[in-house]
């Protein structure tokens, strides 16, 4: 009865290879006496493989990792500021294709301050919240240009498309998620401004709501949330909102809680055509690669919602329990990033 | 040799009025013994307004106040799902329709941490900077709509429109201010992924700061932005950012500066072609309103940067330092809104 998961690797640019190089430790840790393999098909893509080859992502990159069953990436993204990068777009031409592509509508962000995390605020009190932001509409839709560009009369549009059907499915998540949890819900947009794409995700929030009569739903403005997430956290549960909101906030909610070396994601397929894909909220961090000094604790926390997504509950709460263990007696001497994931390896097969 | 500056005053709705009235004390306060007088004119806009006679922002009103040298306003807006309200947007009839008619191209907001200010932040460093958000274009220009509403096939779309002349007028003036500062400019924006927008803000941002050699510059995406506003506020000196970017970092900057109470802001119009308008960061609150529980210092911080636009320094010098006096000395016994204002009042006589 062994299963073989097909699993895509992106270890990426910057700390991206460091990083899921640990991740890949522990995964291979937690599955070593079960099983469950995992049968794992590298990539190689970003700023690197551009630089090298001209390639963000081909067609047959994108055929090749749509056959696997998830994908584990470490980031993306080159030198800021690489005079060679100026006419590529990795973010939106690779990372945001992966996501736009694999049709992953929801990205599912969970933000908890962890016992001995160091985190910025004061008071923090509990911080248990998981963003479900939108991951396939919005201001992320690519919908823009500019006329006249470069001179003085320049007008640069970008046209942010929301559609009744892909809210609802995320929405729709967002409740189901709401319902395993402390069943509150609350949206985030700008609907005093953003009146025609807010109304309709505050009325799809309401129609939903309906059917989830013991979920508390409330609502709330992006500004506003921004104030709660440094004042008071602990009043979300659920935060289900758009895919430029949900960019902003969670990097936000990443550094209340401890830092965005903490915080992992899922892009997810909850429908299952496609592969879901799972990745750290930070980025490649270049001034720090290959020095050891990155966190791989993020990529290691995608793992634990990779195993949980693929119904092996069992091995993620082994995982996040050896996280939770190890940030729990971090002192203040460093490690290097291998040391933090021989750690958890070593703690998950305790 | 006297100076009449005539005044437009919308006390507006829930604290609206109550923090306008200590305001406008300070504001006599201060001039009392000098040669300026401010020529009050009374203005009842808001969400009472419209429940009485049905209007927003009517033209003679908005004719009325463009005659005027300044406004003071408090905080516009009714109870949140009041059912009479649902067919008003008094944040999009009246208060962006004054900031887009009078182009108040310069949205200020000053932030700063005074000695004696309680903020969620366990180490805030020295916080001080300035943001420059521009107030007449971006998401906010109201150019959306939907198809197909309230059905299962809706499509919402949201049109940011951006123009060169409207960025660089924002991005001279955000230099003009780094320079009598630290000479610093941030530009905050999401060139990853709005990349039409976001190209040409920096393409702007790198022409004006080939003029200003002295001025150090540097771009920050929008959600390492609030990162490192809960990090490191301290990098900041002047940010200049767009309409929706400069909404979500100024509320959580006032949060890490002691809150949403002491967040003052000019809606300015530099050309001098409309009169520009001064109002507290925070909203019409009107859980508390009538409780004399609000904070009037935003609103008094707002007087010191109108005094300051309006030419008289010396005046605004005097009222800021009465508030960060006042500010030292708080205790924790609560006082009332107008115990507050009483005792900048007097501050700024003595
Ligand atoms: C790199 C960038 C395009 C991306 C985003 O904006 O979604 C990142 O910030 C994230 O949150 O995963
Ligand atoms: C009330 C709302 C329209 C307004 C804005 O978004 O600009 C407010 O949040 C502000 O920051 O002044």
């Known amino acids: ?73 470490g980031a993306v993204g080159g030198v800021p500021g690489d005079p060679r990068l100026k ?13 736009f592509s694999l049709d992953h509508y929801v990205n599912l962000r969970p933000s908890k301050l962890y016992p001995g995390a160091p985190g910025p605020l004061a008071e923090p009190g509990e911080i248990d919240f998981v963003v479900v932001r939108e991951g396939t509409e919005g201001p992320y839709v690519g919908n823009g240009g500019s006329i006249r560009t470069g001179t003085a009369h320049e007008v640069a549009n970008e046209t942010s498309v929301n ?40 009325r799809i929030v309401d129609a939903v709501a309906s059917e989830h009569p013991d979920v508390t739903v409330d609502y709330v403005h992006i500004d506003a949330a921004t104030i709660y997430l440094v004042t008071n956290p602990g009043r979300f549960d659920v935060i289900v909102t758009d895919n430029l909101f949900g960019d902003i906030l969670t990097d936000l909610a990443g550094a209340v809680t401890g830092g965005i070396g903490l915080a992992a994601s899922g892009n997810i397929n909850p429908d299952g055509a496609f592969p879901s894909m799972f990745e750290p909220v930070h980025g490649s961090a270049p001034d720090i690669a290959g020095q050891q000094k990155a966190d791989p604790t993020a990529a290691i926390l995608s793992v634990a919602l990779m195993l949980d997504h693929l119904g092996l509950s069992g091995e993620a709460a082994r995982v996040t329990r050896a996280v939770e263990e190890d940030i729990a007696h971090r002192g203040s001497t460093p490690r290097t990033t291998a040391q933090v994931g021989d750690a958890i390896a070593a703690a998950v097969q305790a």
């Open 87 to 99: 006419d590529a777009n990795i973010e939106r031409g690779l990372l945001l294709k992966l996501r």
């Open 1 to 73: 009865m062994s299963r073989v998961i097909k699993l895509a690797v992106i270890p990426g640019d910057g700390i991206g290879p460091e990083v899921v190089g640990e991740a890949e430790k522990v995964l291979d840790a937690v599955t070593a006496a079960s099983d469950v393999t995992f049968d794992k098909a590298r990539f190689s893509l970003g700023a690197a493989r551009y630089l090298e080859t001209g390639d963000t992502l081909t067609d047959d990159d994108l055929a090749a990792i749509a056959t696997q069953d998830a994908i584990l990436l």
């Open 163 to 202: 559609t009744a059907f892909g809210i609802e499915r995320v929405v729709r998540y967002a409740f189901e998620v709401a319902q395993k949890r402390r069943k509150k819900v609350t949206l985030v947009h700008k609907t005093n401004v953003l009146v025609h794409a807010g109304g309709m995700w505050k």
